[in-house]
């Protein structure tokens, strides 16, 4: 009885990997990446960050070490207070390595960590990119006759500036 159900594991194991598309693979690829990214980002706010040096790839921990990252973690969550929710905002498949970037809500402020891994999982490369700034929506006051403005190029010299 034991015999056969291992045969049968092994004949479902053999139709999952045969029958599993090249989307699938990444979809899970790009799940675990997910998954790994959250985890990374819960040491680095519990500040294990011994165990986030141990996910690094030889080349990242050629150029940083525990003391470099905690140095580099503080300085950005130094002022941004207590650490709250993390929010994936998607993960990229590229040339080899995956990237996640995930939005880390604190207490007084918002940081976005980007960690990239490489198809074993491990942490190739981290950074944390600023999000772009998006100009805020003004809205004239009901007073304002908007017929009287004019928009022109200015030129000084050889420079044109847009009037808009």
């Not at 034991?2 to 004949?11: I, N």
């Not at 959250?38 to 003391?67: F, H, P």
């Not at 207070?81 to 993960?91: P, Q």
């Not at 190739?124 to 009287?148: C, E, M, N, W």
Request: hydrophobic share 40%; with cysteine; charged share 20%.
């Amino acid at each position: 009885m034991k015999k056969l159900s291992l045969f049968f594991r092994f004949v479902v194991l053999r139709i999952v990997t045969r029958t599993s598309s090249p989307q699938d693979k990444t979809a899970l690829l790009s799940e675990q990446a997910l998954a790994a990214a959250k985890s990374v980002i819960r040491q680095l706010t519990k500040g294990n960050l011994d165990s986030v040096m141990l996910r690094c790839d030889e080349r990242v921990k050629a150029v940083m070490n525990t003391a470099s990252l905690e140095q580099v973690w503080k300085s950005y969550t130094s002022t941004r207070g207590v650490f709250k929710t993390d929010h994936s905002l998607g993960v990229k498949l590229y040339g080899g390595v995956i990237i996640t970037r995930t939005m880390c809500t604190f207490a007084n402020d918002s940081l976005n960590v980007q960690l990239v891994f490489d198809s074993s999982l491990r942490i190739a490369g981290v950074s944390f990119p600023r999000p772009k700034q998006i100009a805020p929506h003004y809205d004239a006051p009901p007073y304002i006759d908007t017929s009287l403005f004019t928009e022109q190029e200015v030129t000084f010299g050889t420079l044109t500036l847009p009037g808009t």
